[in-house]
């Protein structure tokens, strides 16, 4: 029949518009199936963070970017950070959320070789502009060779741009919040984009595990 020609499969588009915006969003490909809701697993996974996946569940569930909150979440190698918060770019997508995921040394790679070729940072764009954007695996390593003052700026832009607009930043780290602070401390002077970076993370953010614990853990 003819209006069977022109019927809209709507089921479709939403599962076409969901790929695409995961895809977008950069989440990494392995990572993509999930949901926040897959987070809980019947049985526990070892070495999972329970905090962690209790945090990620409760900012969905209460929309808590809309309030321009964020999260930094912390904890061991292997301990689920990646999983959960690709879980959560995957869920804000579906929610219609513009949500961007970027790998933190990735970003700066990204970032070095757009300025070395004279391109625009469109990157840069993306993690400025998302609604939700997620920074995995942060390690402020003031010491390499690899964070040099273009890439300070530019990432203290980032996240001043996006500190002024109200406009939150999910990070994860191997590093207890107090000791990345104190890290940065020791090394930079006052002023030191990265201070001011670790400033901005400990107003903006909710820190999983807390931070006396995490404190106290990481002793
Ligand atoms: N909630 C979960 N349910 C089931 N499997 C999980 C969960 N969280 C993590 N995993 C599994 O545990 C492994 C390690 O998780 P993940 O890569 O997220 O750790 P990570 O904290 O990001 O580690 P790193 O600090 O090395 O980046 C992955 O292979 C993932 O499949
Ligand atoms: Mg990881």
């Known amino acids: 029949m003819i209006e069977d020609i022109f019927a809209v499969d709507y089921g479709a588009l939403e599962q076409q518009r969901i790929?695409?915006?995961?895809?977008?969003?950069?989440?990494?490909?392995?990572?993509?199936?999930?949901?926040v809701e897959m987070l809980k697993t019947p049985q526990r996974v070892p070495g999972v963070e329970d905090a962690i996946v209790a945090a990620v569940q409760k900012y969905l569930a209460e929309r808590r970017w809309e309030s321009g909150r964020g999260l930094y979440l912390w904890g061991p190698a292997g301990c689920g950070k990646?999983?959960?918060?690709?879980?959560?770019?995957?869920?804000?997508?579906?929610?219609?959320?513009?949500?961007?995921?970027f790998d933190w040394s990735e970003l700066l790679?990204?970032?070095?070789?757009?300025?070395?070729?004279?391109?625009?940072?469109?990157?840069?764009?993306?993690?400025k502009h998302a609604h939700v954007l997620i920074l995995d695996d942060l390690g402020l390593e003031v010491t390499t060779e690899r964070f040099r003052?273009?890439?300070?700026?530019?990432?203290?832009?980032l996240v001043n741009s996006r500190y002024n607009r109200n406009?939150?930043?999910?990070?994860?780290?191997?590093?207890?919040?107090?000791?990345?602070?104190?890290?940065?401390?020791?090394?930079?002077?006052?002023?030191?984009?990265?201070?001011?970076?670790?400033?901005r993370i400990a107003q903006e953010c909710d820190v999983v595990p807390p931070e006396l614990e995490g404190a106290s853990r990481a002793g």
């Open 167 to 199: 406009a939150p930043i999910v990070y994860t780290s191997n590093w207890p919040l107090a000791r990345l602070v104190e890290r940065v401390e020791v090394a930079g002077e006052q002023g030191n984009p990265l201070l001011r970076i670790t400033r």
């Open 19 to 35: 790929v695409q915006g995961i895809v977008r969003a950069c989440v990494p490909p392995r990572y993509r199936y999930l949901t």
């Open 109 to 127: 790679e990204m970032v070095s070789a757009r300025h070395h070729l004279g391109q625009d940072q469109e990157e840069i764009e993306d993690a």
């Open 82 to 101: 990646t999983y959960a918060v690709s879980a959560l770019a995957c869920s804000l997508v579906r929610a219609r959320v513009f949500a961007m995921y």
């Open 149 to 157: 003052a273009y890439q300070h700026n530019m990432l203290f832009s």
